[in-house]
């Protein structure tokens, strides 16, 4: 059983581009977060998709966008890249009846904006 | 607001001895608490969750945690370290929201170094 996929493992983009980052979610899962993690910080919540809705999203501009598929992978969209959106980010998938809201990671995408 | 909070940037600790990193949250309601545990260039590893029952939580690699509801405190104990517990260690706080879902909050971080 795969565990929570994403691609690319590395992205180098230049300022003002855009970026599409792939997340396929754990077998049975239903609920994708997605995640920025700055160097020497924490991850910071992007925000989270359940059937296909953007369920709740956290302190990120209009750049940031997704998308949740039918099969429950999802897309993370940047548009017009800046220096400060370097960082690695993550998804993270749950089951949406499971309300111990335990998340499974994967090994996250390290985006680096030039 | 809700926050999560790992007052120690650094744990240093020698193999062998007790290791404590520490996590104290502000969180309305009762929240759902996790640590998790990141290795050089890898997404999070699930350590442990507490949420409701017993104040000592067991979880993975001999990981335990103390949850504290008057001190607002969840932390990460262990009673002999390892050299390969040197990583980067998160406290989280998960909450359920309204509109439905959830949303959880990441503590800095502390950095482990196991000392040989």
């Known amino acids: 059983d795969a565990g929570v996929t994403q691609s690319p493992t590395h992205l180098i983009k230049t300022r003002g581009q855009q970026v599409t980052l792939r997340c396929s979610p754990k077998?049975?899962?239903?609920?994708v977060s997605w995640y920025q993690q700055a160097l020497g910080q924490g991850p910071q919540f992007i925000f989270q998709?359940?059937?296909?809705?953007?369920?709740q999203r956290g302190n990120f501009p209009d750049r940031f966008s997704g998308h949740q598929f039918p099969n429950y992978s999802s897309e993370l969209n940047v548009n017009a890249l800046l220096l400060g959106d370097s960082a690695l980010y993550l998804c993270?998938?749950?089951?949406?009846?499971?309300?111990?809201?335990?998340?499974?990671f994967g090994p996250g995408t390290r985006l680096t904006v030039t | 607001a809700q926050s999560v909070a790992q007052p120690e940037d650094q744990v240093n600790v020698a193999e062998g001895n007790p290791l404590t990193v520490k996590c104290t949250y502000s969180?309305?309601?009762?929240?759902?608490l996790f640590w998790y545990v990141q290795y050089p260039n890898r997404g999070l590893q699930f350590l442990l969750k507490?949420?409701?029952?017993?104040?000592l939580v067991k979880g993975s690699y001999g990981f335990e945690a103390e949850f504290n509801k008057s001190q607002t405190s969840f932390h990460l104990k262990k009673p002999s370290a390892l050299v390969s517990d040197s990583a980067l260690y998160f406290c989280?706080?998960?909450?359920?929201?309204?509109?439905?879902?959830?949303?959880?909050?990441f503590g800095a971080g502390t950095r482990l170094f196991v000392k040989a």
């Open positions: 507490y949420i409701t029952g017993d104040n």
């Open positions: 989280a706080v998960s909450f359920l929201l309204r509109t439905g879902g959830f949303k959880t909050i």
């Open positions: 998709y359940y059937e296909e809705e953007e369920r």
């Open positions: 993270a998938s749950s089951f949406d009846r499971d309300r111990g809201y335990e998340q499974y």
């Open positions: 969180v309305s309601g009762n929240p759902y």
């Open positions: 077998s049975g899962h239903d609920t």
